[in-house]
T-cell receptor
Framework: SQQGEEDPQALSIQEGENATMNCSYKTSINNLQWYRQNSGRGLVHLIL?????REKHSGRLRVTLDTSKKSSSLLITASRAADTASYFC??????????????FGQGTILTVHP | DAGITQSPRHKVTETGTPVTLRCHQTENHRYMYWYRQDPGHGLRLIHYSYGVKDTDKGEVSDGYSVSRSKTEDFLLTLESATSSQTSVYFC?????????????FGDGTRLSIL
């Protein structure tokens, strides 16, 4: 079953606008990560937020986590055409031995128009 | 970028043939993972390794086997390829397998089974 569900599936905005993507998950987690994937490339880690954190910033990225609602959001401020990519959330499972295993959401395709 | 090389990058083969994909890393990381990426499913874990000769199944392991005879190489084998295994395959590595460590991904192998 899919641990992470993301919405919207696709988002189209103009350069300079903010982009918000949401992720929901089902089980208890230790942390949640966001990754970015450019077309034809592998995933690149963006930011990690721990279950005891509510908000985290990294440059133009702002991530929030609401463990009571089992949801997270990724905000990209002042978007650029170079931000065009797919964005995925990934969660671990707080129960049992993890071995670093992650469960990924289906992703949001972000298109930023110049 | 983390030193991860996947080979081949593209492969077309026929149903029923064996296929082996290779993941090679130069980071000396202990943990390695194989994922497949399909539209509507995000990334799903096939198998993972937590050391030389130590491997275990992921979410979608049926029809796949893996081997890890040395730290740097993790092989994924489709014993008898089926059309449902047409996908993009990604290898990822992690130094510790601790849940708060990001994974680093290769650029993928696009596999088409006719």
């Amino acid at each position: 079953s899919q641990q992470g569900e993301e919405d919207p599936q696709a988002l189209s905005i103009q350069e300079g606008e903010n982009a918000t993507m949401n992720c929901s998950y089902k089980t208890s987690i230790n942390n949640l990560q966001w990754y970015r994937q450019n077309s034809g490339r592998g995933l690149v880690h963006l930011i990690l937020i721990r279950s005891n954190e509510r908000e985290k910033h990294s440059g133009r990225l702002r991530v929030t986590l609401d463990t009571s609602k089992k949801s997270s959001s990724l905000l990209i401020t002042a978007s650029r055409a170079a931000d065009t990519a797919s964005y995925f959330c990934a969660t671990d499972n707080a129960g049992g031995t993890s071995y670093g295993k992650l469960t990924f959401g289906q992703g949001t395709i972000l298109t930023v128009h110049p | 970028d983390a030193g991860i090389t996947q080979s081949p990058r593209h492969k077309v083969t026929e149903t029923g043939t064996p296929v082996t994909l290779r993941c090679h890393q130069t980071e000396n990381h202990r943990y390695m993972y194989w994922y497949r990426q399909d539209p509507g499913h995000g990334l799903r874990l096939i198998h993972y390794s937590y050391g030389v000769k130590d491997t275990d199944k992921g979410e979608v392991s049926d029809g796949y086997s893996v081997s890890r005879s040395k730290t740097e190489d993790f092989l994924l084998t489709l014993e008898s390829a089926t059309s449902s295994q047409t996908s993009v395959y990604f290898c990822a590595i992690s130094p510790t397998g601790v849940v708060d460590q990001p994974q680093h991904f290769g650029d993928g192998t696009r596999l088409s089974i006719l």
